[in-house]
């Protein structure tokens, strides 16, 4: 029997021996309750194509943090966490989807508006589920996931050059930052404890540096020209980033784990002509299955591990507490098969 895991607001676990105890959260991916606005039941013909998985590997990330703490707002009693998840298809009224097909699952109020990942089993508009390149496994695919899609983004727009990384040792930054070393980029990782980078070496990475002092962060002067392009996810190096700038550069804004409320240089912004934007995974569904192709032909097999803090169902508590402190663990992929 499945096991299923409810996390609620408090990060407070229990771990229920059917999915089905979870109560009317989990009964909506259920595909016997589909209903209309007025509450009655649909007809099959009625009914929105569905994809109902089963999730082998969730991955936790930030948001899940963010939401599950109440930041924004209190999240249902019966909150399951898990924005994101890679499993296998059980059932499909969607013409795209068969039992058996490995998937990509995120967004569409994953993990928010309607039970995540960490339930086990989700019913998913079709658009929210993702086939996986040939080459990817379920727990390859959990292992990059959103930060997978967040690079890619941050790719497609990036000129030829050098590119500096942020939070180079937490998920996001990780990911981003092995995927430019793979396809070929020099990349400076920038991260708190360089000596406890080890991965990031092992992933090819050739610089891996601290972060700038709070007197470097703070000053006005313009540094060397040194990257043409940045991944940033911590919003408190920005100010820093733009002196470092090459002209004509991009920095791709992706997070803000250290602050929402970023410092700037305007006058390194318009002396450079640089161009800051925001990237997210809310990709188009063949961008996100472009982002999986591309990152499968990038990474290494060998680099999946190096990326990945292995979990356990009851590991979850301290994990989700600990965001807060962002150790540098990499993208937690939480084992449910
Ligand atoms: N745009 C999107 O769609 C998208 C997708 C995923 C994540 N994000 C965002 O990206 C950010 C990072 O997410 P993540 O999942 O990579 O988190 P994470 O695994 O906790 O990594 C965050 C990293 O940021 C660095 N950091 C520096 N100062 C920090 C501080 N004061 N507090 C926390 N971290 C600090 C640390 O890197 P070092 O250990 O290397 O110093 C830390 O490991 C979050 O803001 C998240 O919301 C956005």
Redesign the pocket.
């Known amino acids: 029997m499945r096991r299923a895991l409810l996390v609620n607001a408090e990060y407070k676990i229990q771990l229920l021996d059917r999915v089905a105890d979870l109560g009317p959260s989990i009964e909506q991916n259920s595909p016997a309750m589909a209903k209309g606005p007025t509450g009655k039941s649909l007809t099959a013909a009625e009914t929105p194509p569905y994809v109902l998985v089963r999730i082998e590997y969730a991955a936790l990330?930030?948001?899940d943090?963010?939401i599950g703490s109440g930041r924004y707002g209190a999240p249902p009693h019966d909150y399951v966490a898990g924005n994101e998840g890679a499993g296998v298809v059980l059932d499909s009224t969607a013409p795209d989807f068969r039992p058996g097909d490995a998937v990509f699952v995120n967004g569409h109020g994953l993990g928010e508006k309607r039970p995540g990942t960490m339930s086990g089993q989700v019913r998913l508009p079709p658009e929210a589920v993702i086939h996986l390149p040939d080459a990817m496994t379920t727990l390859q695919a959990a292992t990059v996931g959103?930060?997978a899609?967040?690079t890619f983004?941050a790719d497609r727009v990036f000129g030829p050059g050098p590119v500096a990384v942020?939070?180079?040792?937490?998920?996001?930054?990780?990911v981003a930052a092995a995927c430019f070393a793979r396809a070929g980029r020099d990349v400076t990782?920038?991260?708190?404890?360089p000596a406890r980078?080890t991965p990031l070496t092992e992933l090819g990475i050739g610089t891996i540096l601290p972060?700038p002092t709070e007197i470097e962060r703070a000053a006005e002067g313009f540094g060397p020209e040194s990257y043409a392009a940045a991944v940033d996810?911590?919003?408190?190096m920005l100010n820093w980033l733009t002196r470092q700038m090459r002209t004509g550069g991009v920095i791709a804004l992706?997070?803000?784990?250290?602050?929402n409320r970023p410092d700037l240089s305007a006058l390194a912004v318009i002396l450079r002509n640089l161009r800051l934007i925001?990237?997210?995974?809310?990709l188009a569904p063949s961008d996100k299955a472009q982002a999986l192709h591309w990152v499968a032909a990038t990474l290494h097999p060998g680099d999946y591990p190096l990326l990945a803090h292995p979990a356990d169902p009851q590991d979850i508590a301290p994990l989700m507490r600990d965001?807060?402190?962002?150790?540098?663990?990499?993208?937690?992929v939480v084992t449910l098969q």
């Not at 942020?166 to 990780?174: K, P």
């Not at 996810?233 to 408190?236: A, E, K, L, N, Q």
């Not at 925001?278 to 809310?282: D, H, L």
């Open positions: 990330n930030f948001r943090y963010i959103v930060a899609l967040v983004a942020t939070g180079a040792m937490g998920g996001t930054g990780r990782a920038l991260t708190r404890d980078a972060p996810v911590t919003g408190d992706a997070g803000f784990a250290a602050t925001g990237v997210n995974s809310g965001f807060a402190g962002a150790r540098g663990r990499g993208r937690i």
